[in-house]
């Protein structure tokens, strides 16, 4: 089976089972309990439009099981998904580069990150992501899309040629099923050649799964 299909299949496993350095073993001991305790803490005050804590841990559970280590998020708020996925990729030996266009909670976020313990996993930019998205090289094996979702598709059409084969394009919301950006959006990805997508519900809100078939997955797609 497949890298994309594995993943795929893996999902629902996730659901019901669930930088800028590579930290020694010991150092992850250490962080996990640090970061568990920041998130269980900061479950119920998050208040920045910040995704529910079922929905990062689902992003958590998929950047471990594709053992994705090039993350790009856009839309950082106050930093909930972020630390997350960037809890993720210190076991991945990864690094998250996130994007926020407002100050104040750029700001917040950046001292969540150094209390949750997962800054130097972390590239955080304080830009417009309209602006920044285009400048960066990837290529990238993980990209959450969580921002202004007008531009949700041409996020996607800007960094599906930086996407590597089995990595995956994932955006949250997209069960706001009166949404226009969001229906275009899924069904522009849905049609795109070497894609597969799937959605999951997690807190209701919905994210969807766009990964890039890879030459492994291309022989049973
Ligand atoms: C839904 S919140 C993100 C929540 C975050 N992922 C979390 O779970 O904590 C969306 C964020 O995207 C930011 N945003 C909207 N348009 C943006 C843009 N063009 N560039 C960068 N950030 C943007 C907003 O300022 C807002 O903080």
């Not at 991945?92 to 100050?103: A, C, I, Q």
Request: glycine residues 10%; aromatic residues 10%; proline residues 4%.
């Amino acid at each position: 089976m497949g890298r994309a299909k594995k993943l795929s299949a893996g999902i629902g496993a996730i659901l019901i089972s669930c930088a800028l350095h590579t930290p020694a073993p010991a150092e992850n001991a250490g962080l996990d309990t640090r970061v568990s305790r920041f998130l269980t803490g900061a479950r119920d005050s998050w208040s920045d439009w910040n995704v529910p804590y079922e929905d990062g841990k689902i992003l958590y559970g998929l950047v471990l099981k594709g053992g994705f280590k090039r993350v790009l998020e856009i839309g950082t708020s106050t930093g909930h998904s972020t630390i997350w996925l960037a809890w993720a990729v210190s076991k991945t030996g990864g690094t998250v580069t996130t994007v926020e266009v407002d100050k104040g909670r750029f700001e917040k976020a950046r001292a969540n990150f150094e209390n949750a313990g997962v800054a130097p996993y972390i590239d955080a930019r304080l830009a417009d992501a309209h602006d920044l998205v285009p400048t960066l090289e990837g290529p990238f094996d993980f990209v959450f899309c969580d921002a202004d979702k007008d531009w949700y598709l041409d996020y996607f059409k800007e960094l599906q040629r930086k996407i590597q084969p089995s990595g995956c394009f994932t955006a949250h919301n997209v069960l706001w099923s009166n949404n226009t950006d969001i229906k275009r959006f899924l069904d522009y990805v849905r049609q795109t050649p070497g894609f597969r997508t799937t959605i999951v519900r997690g807190s209701g809100e919905g994210i969807s799964i766009s990964c890039k078939v890879g030459p492994t997955d291309a022989r049973t797609w």
